[in-house]
């Protein structure tokens, strides 16, 4: 199987488990709406994770710590629903030189696969499959080393 076509595969599987987890209640008005699939246009892995660090730190208070904004980013995720979220940060890990990938950005990185794999474990417990997201995770490991 291709790099894309598995990349495509999980991304629907994300939206998959996305869709099986149970809204909650007062989230159907949020004001601050975003939209991550504008991130499919840009095609430098750099500018990819500059959309991405600059919806976290939108998300972000000054007062808040990393626990606080990692809730806030995976609600934010199950609310916008993007639709190539896992394919654009396997994008930045092939293509973003893994000498920048440092500080910030790697916490980013970290943060976003920490939201897909809550998110994964999360619709898999309620539904008793077995987790299948598990490439992104594991080549996340090898490229902020």
């Not at 809204?23 to 500059?50: A, C, H, S, W």
């Not at 654009?88 to 092939?94: G, K, P, S, T």
Request: charged share 30%.
């Amino acid at each position: 199987m291709s790099t894309l076509s598995d990349d495509l595969m999980q991304d629907k599987i994300l939206l998959d488990r996305i869709e099986s987890i149970p809204k909650q209640q007062g989230n159907d008005e949020r004001i601050d709406t975003f939209n991550y699939d504008q991130m499919d246009e840009v095609k430098l892995p750099k500018k990819k994770l500059e959309f991405i660090t600059d919806r976290v730190k939108s998300l972000a208070d000054d007062d808040n710590d990393a626990d606080t904004i990692l809730t806030k980013l995976i609600d934010d995720i199950c609310f916008c629903k993007p639709q190539h979220l896992i394919s654009n940060l396997r994008y930045i890990q092939r293509f973003r030189n893994h000498d920048r990938l440092h500080g910030e950005a790697a916490f980013i990185m970290t943060m976003m696969i920490a939201v897909i794999q809550h998110i994964d474990q999360l619709a898999a417990a309620k539904e008793g499959q077995s987790q299948l997201i598990y490439s992104l995770v594991a080549n996340s490991t090898s490229s902020l080393n």
